[in-house]
C-alpha cells in the first residue's frame, strides 16, 4: 500500500539519522497534538509507524509512544463508563445542570 511504502521510505531516512532522540521528541510532541486533537488520520498506521521504529531501535524507544495510545484508550473507556453511569442515574445530588 501507498501508506506503508512512505513508512518504509521514512524509516530508510530514519536510519542515517545521527540523533535518533530528538527525532523522539519531535514525534512524540507530535504524536500527542494528534492524538489529543483527533486528528491523526489512522491510529492503524501510527501504530505501523511506531511497530517499524520499534523494531529499528527497540522497545526502550517506543515504550512511551506506545503508552499514549494506552492511556487514550484507557481515556476514552472511563469517560464512556462515566457517561453511561451519568445517564442511567441521572445527575448527582446537588448538580445544577451547568457545564464549566
Known amino acids: 500500500e501507498e501508506i506503508d511504502a512512505t513508512l ?16 523522539e521528541a519531535f514525534y512524540k510532541t507530535h504524536l ?8 491523526s488520520s489512522s491510529d492503524d498506521w501510527e501504530r505501523t509507524m ?4 520499534k523494531t529499528e531501535c527497540g522497545f526502550q524507544f517506543t515504550s512511551k509512544l506506545e503508552g ?3 492511556d487514550m484508550r484507557l481515556s476514552k473507556e ?5 457517561r453511561k453511569s451519568q445517564f442511567a442515574h441521572g445527575p448527582a445530588p446537588g448538580a445544577t445542570g451547568a457545564s464549566a
Open 68 to 70: 499514549m495510545f494506552s
Open 32 to 39: 500527542q497534538k494528534r492524538l489529543l486533537h483527533g486528528k
Open 50 to 53: 511506531i511497530a517499524k521504529l
Open 8 to 23: 518504509d521510505k521514512v524509516i530508510v531516512i530514519f536510519r542515517y539519522l545521527t540523533d535518533k532522540d530528538v527525532f
Open 78 to 82: 472511563l469517560n464512556e463508563s462515566f
